[in-house]
């Protein structure tokens, strides 16, 4: 479904490695998904926000997990973004220490 050169680049990264032998039905599903949390998620967001830090304490990715699901919700409800301002924003995601 994608050019050699675009799986490929999927393929390489640990988080897109997952995606880069997609169907076109497995990706609408996907894409539909995302839009199903992005047009409901603002109350998921707001009750993990309240309690993100008793949650991310055991498990530091917790944290960086949430600040991807608010940018999906972001991308969903408009907002244009690209792969370097994502990965800078979750790089720069700070975890607590455990």
């Known amino acids: 479904m994608f050019s050699v050169e675009f799986q490929k680049k999927l393929e ?27 047009h409901g998620g603002c ?22 997990a949430f600040t991807a699901l608010k940018a999906l919700q972001k991308i969903v409800s408009g907002t244009r973004t690209d792969i370097g301002k994502i990965k800078h924003q979750i790089e720069e995601t700070p975890c607590y220490s455990v």
């Open 12 to 38: 390489a990264a640990n988080n897109t490695k997952w995606a880069s032998k997609l169907s076109e039905s497995e990706l609408e599903t996907m894409l539909w998904l995302v839009g199903e949390f992005g």
């Open 43 to 64: 109350n998921i967001i707001e009750v993990i926000e309240k309690h993100v830090k008793e949650i991310a304490q055991p498990r530091p990715a917790c944290e960086r």
